[in-house]
């Protein structure tokens, strides 16, 4: 015997689904409103005919409008939320493929925990280190233009910097993206910028989770998110303590600007609107110019740790004068920086010139692409140069001078930048 308040529970669900009224359905059908609220109190059933439009009205089948079986049985779905979950698992384990192949890595099952192992044999007393690196306001430039694996090489290097400024070899990366799912593509682009930074650092790379949200995320936006872990030999930490009067400070080169520095360039192209196509002495457009990856000083930094002639290192943040050396320097001694001895780039050169930023204000507000400081003995300076060049552009930009003991302001400046 049909069940006529269920028939008229699952008339009403359907009609909800569709986002009709009682009288939009009544329309359609050709008949009352009153009707079609009589079906749905169960005070009244739909003719074998009206039942047939019904079904064609819902795209369900007559069966679907009559069972109560099935319709006990309904159920949401993450296709009803727009996640194709069959599809986006298929892809996870052909991104889990592309993991580091190691023995020290023992476990890397997408969202799971990696298990893994690190050989600190030879260390008489190993310290751990890590960081969790997001790329920052630069992100939302990645992905209106489509440098999805830039952003995450990016990011990549910008974990690696954090952790060797403080003598800590990077070991093994965990990457995540909150995206809507929906672009493969994109992701696989993504999860080999993640695999291919790894490689060039000697990292162990255990995969990129996707936490698919098309409820939170349209398509095209993504968060990403990278886990660092690194290790050192306690003794060999690089501590600003050991920095002394007399030391060199050399400044080594970056592409690209970092994600503090963007919300200073959304400005100035809220006020040029061609500022990204516009075209620098190299050819190359601002907007590639801006998006290229910033570089990672893995090699350069421990191979100076192991020859024993670094004092201080410190990564670049927004600009040369916001360095953790202006907390971490010894009482008595700070850096003196010769804005004459930076070499200014064509992107630099160009932005100052579109004249938006004082001359005596530029320089507080971009690191003019030097990525990280490195404070050795003045007479091992030569050495020192000759190493990082082997990887990438550097330059003696200071020194380490004697200060007043209650001077505040740790670093200061002589000389012009050459525009």
């Not at 009803?80 to 190691?102: A, C, F, P, T, Y």
């Not at 600007?257 to 200073?264: A, L």
């Not at 916001?322 to 932005?351: E, Q, W």
């Not at 003995?377 to 020192?384: L, M």
Request: proline letters at 2%; aromatic letters at 10%.
């Amino acid at each position: 015997m049909l069940d006529k308040e269920k028939i008229g529970k699952t008339i009403a669900f359907y009609r909800k689904e569709l986002g009709m009224t009682q009288k939009e359905l009544a329309d359609l059908l050709h008949i009352s409103y009153q009707a079609v609220s009589k079906w749905e109190v169960g005070a009244g059933i739909p003719t074998v005919e009206m039942l047939y439009e019904l079904s064609a009205l819902f795209h369900v089948s007559v069966d679907a409008l009559l069972n109560n079986e099935q319709w006990d049985n309904r159920r949401i779905t993450y296709q009803d939320v727009g996640l194709d979950s069959h599809r986006l698992n298929i892809l996870k384990h052909e991104l889990m493929g592309w993991n580091s192949q190691d023995a020290n890595l023992l476990s890397a099952y997408f969202a799971d925990a990696t298990l893994f192992q690190i050989d600190t044999s030879s260390y008489k007393d190993p310290v751990y280190s890590m960081i969790v690196c997001v790329p920052g306001s630069k992100e939302h430039l990645a992905q209106i233009f489509g440098y999805d694996k830039e952003i995450c090489m990016d990011t990549v290097s910008s974990a690696i910097n954090h952790l060797l400024q403080h003598g800590m070899k990077p070991i093994l990366l965990k990457a995540m993206v909150w995206c809507d799912g929906s672009n493969h593509d994109c992701l696989r682009q993504m999860a080999h910028g993640f695999q291919a930074a790894c490689k060039q650092n000697d990292i162990l790379y255990s995969g990129m989770e996707i936490s698919a949200q098309p409820i939170n995320y349209k398509q095209g936006e993504y968060h990403v998110v990278v886990s660092l872990v690194g290790v050192a030999e306690k003794s060999d930490l690089i501590r600003s303590e050991h920095v002394q009067a007399g030391d060199a400070v050399i400044g080594i080169q970056t592409d690209g600007i970092d994600g503090i520095n963007y919300p200073f360039i959304k400005v100035m192209a809220d006020r040029n609107k061609n500022l990204f196509s516009e075209r620098l002495a190299n050819g190359n457009s601002v907007l590639d110019e801006i998006m290229k990856v910033n570089s990672a000083y893995t090699q350069e930094i421990l191979l100076l740790q192991k020859e024993k002639l670094i004092h201080g290192a410190c990564r670049m943040r927004s600009h040369l004068f916001n360095t953790h050396f202006r907390r971490t320097l010894p009482k008595g001694i700070g850096m003196c920086v010769d804005l004459s001895a930076i070499p200014v780039t064509d992107l630099y050169r160009f932005l100052f010139h579109q004249d938006m930023i004082g001359r005596n204000m530029f320089q507080y507000h971009f690191h003019f692409g030097i990525g990280m400081l490195v404070v050795v003995p003045n007479a091992k300076k030569e050495r020192a140069l000759e190493i990082i060049s082997r990887y990438h552009k550097c330059f003696c930009i200071g020194r380490i001078e004697t200060c007043r003991q209650d001077d505040a302001q740790r670093i200061w400046t002589k000389g012009e930048i050459q525009w």
